[in-house]
């Protein structure tokens, strides 16, 4: 249910749809579009959703925003009615992609809207075909992954048994891409930042050797005591329980047991509330099966993409990939607001967790890449998250049929547009 705030905001911006479609005495339409509203569609909510508001504002910018973590389905929904947002941020550069193919977005390069100087790889991924030739998107916050969360209290976790992890599938928007990550930062740990690369590239096939010895290395520990690990994750959201500060601090459903560590990204602080301080951090190779030394680290982004190029739209668009905008964000936000861009746009931060994550997302003595389902086409991301969920539901370890499945959407999808520079 949308909160009253939000649900004021969709209805004004509803209301000036509805303005703009009919015909207004006195006032040619053409004046109407340009002084509209920017309208901003993103992944925020709650929270985040009022920092990220507080920015905007701060710079008395005219817009309306719309934060869902359905951001995809309601794009998609506004697209094909014709209305979609001037700026839209998510993580799925793969599906920005789609729309650069079709001639939606605006190149930014085109307008300046950002300085290639400040965004190194792998911050910039391109797309295959004529819509590479050009940059559509922009990362304005990004994440570390390939880390373990655990209660600080406790001291750092010599080992993780199956059934002591915390995790959950459930999300609003997209269930399953935990256990995505999961895969994904084996793969990386296991077979390289090069085999990974070409994987989600879409140059290796799911049946692999590396991909079928990495997904059934999770198997085995998802269902090494039975049923157990697999079944919690499959009924609780990554999330937590409403008001339980996260799963590390709130515990899960259906059992008195408290989990000891989590596989989850930088982001996960802001889903543990009150206990965020109470949390710390650590490399994720020595808890994974078959691994033995880092060999890259998993990061994401949210990028961010121009529908509209209007000069009130620039002028948003501009601040929020600058170096002077993202440091506001990050003066602004009460939870660290993490910047890929290299005119140290980090949050300055006497917490010694903060200023650590900020190290490991500069350091490039090992490789950085972007999550890869985030950067796959749509339908093989989904057709990825779908055989996540239903491998945990099945009994046995043999992960081939579900990935034989996601190879035939592969191919089909490779008349699609895929990214490159997915590693830096």
Same mark, same amino acid.
């Given at each position: 249910?949308?909160?009253?705030?939000?649900?004021?905001?969709?209805?004004? *911006?509803?209301?000036? %749809?509805?303005?703009?479609?009919? #015909?207004?005495?006195?006032?040619?339409?053409?004046?109407?579009?340009?002084?509209?509203?920017?309208?901003v569609?993103?992944?925020w909510t709650?929270?985040?959703?009022?920092?990220?508001?507080?920015?905007?504002?701060?710079?008395?910018?005219?817009?309306?925003?719309?934060?869902?973590?359905?951001?995809?389905?309601?794009?998609?929904?506004?697209?094909?009615?014709?209305?979609?947002?001037?700026?839209?941020?998510?993580?799925?550069?793969?599906?920005? *992609?789609?729309?650069?193919?079709?001639?939606?977005?605006?190149?930014?390069?085109?307008?300046?809207?950002?300085d290639?100087?400040?965004?190194?790889?792998?911050?910039?991924p391109?797309?295959?075909?004529?819509?590479?030739?050009?940059v559509?998107?922009?990362?304005?916050?990004?994440?570390?992954?390939?880390?373990?969360?655990?209660?600080?209290?406790?001291?750092?976790?010599?080992?993780?048994?199956?059934?002591?992890?915390?995790?959950?599938?459930?999300?609003?928007?997209?269930?399953?891409?935990?256990?995505?990550?999961?895969?994904?930062?084996?793969?990386?740990?296991?077979?390289?930042?090069?085999?990974?690369?070409?994987? =989600?590239?879409?140059?290796?096939?799911?049946?692999?050797e590396?991909?079928?010895?990495?997904?059934?290395?999770?198997?085995?520990l998802?269902?090494?005591?039975?049923?157990?690990?697999?079944?919690?994750?499959?009924?609780?959201?990554?999330?937590?329980?409403?008001?339980?500060?996260g799963?590390?601090?709130?515990?899960?459903?259906?059992?008195?047991?408290? #989990?000891?560590?989590?596989?989850?990204?930088?982001? =996960?602080?802001?889903?543990?509330?009150?206990? =965020?301080?109470?949390?710390?951090?650590?490399?994720?190779? $020595?808890?994974?099966?078959?691994? %033995?030394?880092?060999?890259?680290?998993?990061?994401?982004?949210?990028?961010?993409?121009?529908?509209?190029?209007?000069?009130?739209?620039?002028?948003?668009?501009?601040?929020?990939?600058?170096?002077?905008?993202?440091? *506001?964000?990050?003066?602004?936000?009460?939870? $660290?607001?993490?910047?890929?861009?290299?005119?140290?746009?980090m $949050?300055?931060?006497?917490?010694?967790?903060t200023?650590?994550?900020?190290?490991?997302?500069e350091?490039?003595?090992?490789?950085?890449?972007?999550?890869?389902?985030?950067?796959? $086409?749509?339908?093989?991301?989904?057709a990825?998250?779908?055989?996540?969920?239903q491998?945990?539901?099945?009994?046995?370890?043999?992960?081939?049929?579900?990935?034989?499945?996601?190879?035939?959407?592969?191919?089909?999808?490779?008349?699609?547009?895929?990214?490159?520079?997915? #590693?830096?």
């Amino acid at each position: 249910m949308l909160r009253r705030s939000r649900l004021r905001r969709v209805l004004v *911006a509803g209301a000036a %749809t509805t303005v703009l479609a009919g #015909c207004v005495v006195g006032q040619p339409l053409a004046d109407e579009a340009v002084d509209r509203p920017v309208t901003v569609l993103g992944p925020w909510t709650g929270t985040q959703e009022e920092t990220f508001e507080e920015l905007l504002k701060s710079q008395g910018f005219d817009y309306v925003y719309q934060g869902t973590a359905a951001q995809r389905e309601v794009l998609l929904s506004q697209a094909q009615a014709g209305t979609p947002p001037d700026i839209v941020i998510m993580p799925g550069t793969g599906e920005l *992609a789609v729309y650069a193919a079709e001639d939606r977005l605006q190149p930014l390069d085109e307008w300046k809207l950002y300085d290639e100087d400040q965004y190194h790889a792998p911050w910039i991924p391109r797309a295959t075909g004529k819509s590479g030739e050009r940059v559509y998107w922009v990362p304005v916050r990004v994440a570390l992954k390939s880390i373990v969360w655990y209660r600080a209290a406790n001291g750092r976790p010599e080992s993780v048994g199956a059934g002591e992890w915390c995790v959950g599938m459930g999300d609003d928007g997209a269930a399953g891409w935990p256990g995505s990550d999961w895969f994904e930062d084996l793969l990386l740990q296991t077979a390289g930042a090069k085999t990974y690369a070409r994987w =989600a590239r879409g140059e290796l096939e799911w049946t692999d050797e590396a991909v079928v010895r990495a997904w059934t290395a999770w198997g085995t520990l998802m269902k090494s005591e039975g049923t157990g690990p697999a079944r919690w994750a499959l009924l609780n959201d990554y999330r937590g329980a409403d008001d339980a500060n996260g799963l590390l601090f709130g515990g899960r459903v259906e059992t008195d047991e408290w #989990c000891v560590a989590e596989h989850q990204g930088s982001f =996960a602080r802001d889903l543990y509330g009150d206990a =965020a301080g109470r949390a710390d951090y650590t490399p994720s190779t $020595p808890y994974l099966p078959g691994t %033995t030394v880092p060999r890259g680290r998993e990061v994401s982004g949210d990028f961010a993409a121009l529908f509209d190029d209007r000069k009130k739209t620039r002028e948003v668009f501009r601040f929020l990939a600058s170096a002077e905008g993202q440091r *506001a964000w990050a003066r602004t936000s009460d939870a $660290p607001v993490y910047s890929a861009n290299a005119e140290r746009g980090m $949050p300055e931060s006497e917490k010694p967790v903060t200023q650590r994550i900020v190290r490991d997302l500069e350091d490039t003595a090992l490789p950085r890449c972007l999550d890869a389902s985030d950067v796959m $086409p749509p339908a093989v991301r989904d057709a990825f998250y779908n055989a996540v969920l239903q491998y945990l539901a099945a009994d046995g370890l043999d992960p081939l049929p579900w990935l034989r499945n996601v190879q035939k959407v592969q191919e089909f999808e490779k008349r699609r547009p895929w990214m490159t520079g997915i #590693c830096g």
